[in-house]
Nanobody, 117 residues
Framework: VQLVESGGGLVQPGGSLRLSCAASGFTFSSYTVRWYRQGPGKEREQVAGITSAGGSTYYSDSVKGRFTVSRDNAKNTVYLQMNSLTPEDTAVYYC???????????WGQGTQVTVSS
């Protein structure tokens, strides 16, 4: 079982990044996926989520209108498109897949996003 985030990096304010969360070893299409982030000296916060079939999404107020979450179950991957990035978006971004029926949950290792000029 594995969740692997990728796509992080250094970007200038106002720029964009697309993060990926690739799954293997379990029935990904049955799992809701949430994106979290943890900035320096801050607690981990949920920023976005998408249900198993992609029919419903969630965004925190801090990213609403700038971030878009999507998924491709054929590729076992969830994406987080991040636009209009600001230094406040600097954080390690994690994805979490969980199935409320089984109770199983998996975390990725995180990917660093740094927004700086």
């Amino acid at each position: 079982v594995q969740l692997v985030e990728s796509g992080g990096g250094l970007v200038q304010p106002g720029g964009s990044l697309r993060l990926s969360c690739a799954a293997s070893g379990f029935t990904f299409s049955s799992y809701t996926v949430r994106w979290y982030r943890q900035g320096p000296g801050k607690e981990r916060e949920q920023v976005a989520g998408i249900t198993s079939a992609g029919g419903s999404t969630y965004y925190s107020d801090s990213v609403k209108g700038r971030f878009t979450v999507s998924r491709d179950n054929a590729k076992n991957t969830v994406y987080l498109q991040m636009n209009s990035l600001t230094p406040e978006d600097t954080a390690v971004y994690y994805c979490k897949a969980f199935n409320s029926d089984s109770g199983y949950a998996y975390w990725g290792q995180g990917t660093q996003v740094t927004v700086s000029s």
